[in-house]
Every structure is written in C-alpha cells, then in structure tokens.
C-alpha cells in the first residue's frame, strides 16, 4: 500500500507565505504526475497544480505567479511553495499521485489526509 502524508499547513495572514510538503511512502516502484488540490467548506476539491515526473508543471490560473508547485524524486516529496496567500485560498489542501507499486501494475491514484491552510485578512 502507498501511503502520502502532507504537512506545512498553518494560519497565515493575507500575503504571507506556507510552503506545503507531501511524501509518498510504502510500496513504490514509480511515481508519475503528482499534484495539488484544495476544497473549500461548501465546495467542491478543485485542482490547483500538478507536475510530472520529468518536471513539467501546470498551475490554475488563479494561483499563477503565486504558487509554484515542486518535487523530490529521490525523496518521493512534491512541494508547493504558497506566496501573496489571500483569505480565498483558504482550503484543505490534497496531496494526490499516481503510482506504479510494481513494474508490472497499472497506475493507481492515491491522495493524502490533507491539510488545512487558512489565510487571515
């Protein structure tokens, strides 16, 4: 079994900065695109970034040029780092991955407990 464990959440004030950590543990034989997501209370979990194992990175929109989305091979860790935090991206915030668990396994999704990250105004 896979498990990811997040931490680095907090309370922050409007325009601080978290940096979240996620790593994956247990039985891992490849990591594909690993992500970010958050739900908001009342709303649904949306995708805030993912990366690939080459590097690749994609971010929503509305967090571009705030958060930049990272990882650790070596470590089986993805990263986000959270900059200019305004009050609407108070979330739980998801670690998710897809991992092969052996060479012959398809990919299987995993996800985290989350973490909570709440921005003060």
């Known amino acids: 079994q896979v498990q990811l464990v997040e931490s680095g959440g907090g309370l922050v004030q409007a325009g601080g900065s978290l940096r979240l950590s996620c790593t994956a543990s247990g039985r891992i034989f490849s990591i594909n695109a690993m992500g970010w997501y958050r739900q908001a209370p009342g709303n649904q979990r949306e995708l805030v970034a993912t990366?690939?194992?080459?590097?690749?990175?994609h971010v929503v929109d509305s967090v571009k040029g705030r958060f930049t989305i990272s990882r650790d091979n070596a470590k089986n860790t993805v990263y986000l780092q959270m900059s200019s935090l305004k009050p609407e991206d108070t979330a739980v915030y998801y670690c998710?991955?897809?991992?092969?668990?052996?060479?012959?396994?398809?990919?299987?999704?995993?996800w985290g407990q989350g973490t909570q990250v709440t921005v003060s105004s």
């Open positions: 990366i690939t194992s080459g590097g690749g990175t």
């Open positions: 998710n991955a897809d991992v092969k668990t052996a060479y012959y396994n398809a990919l299987d999704n995993y």
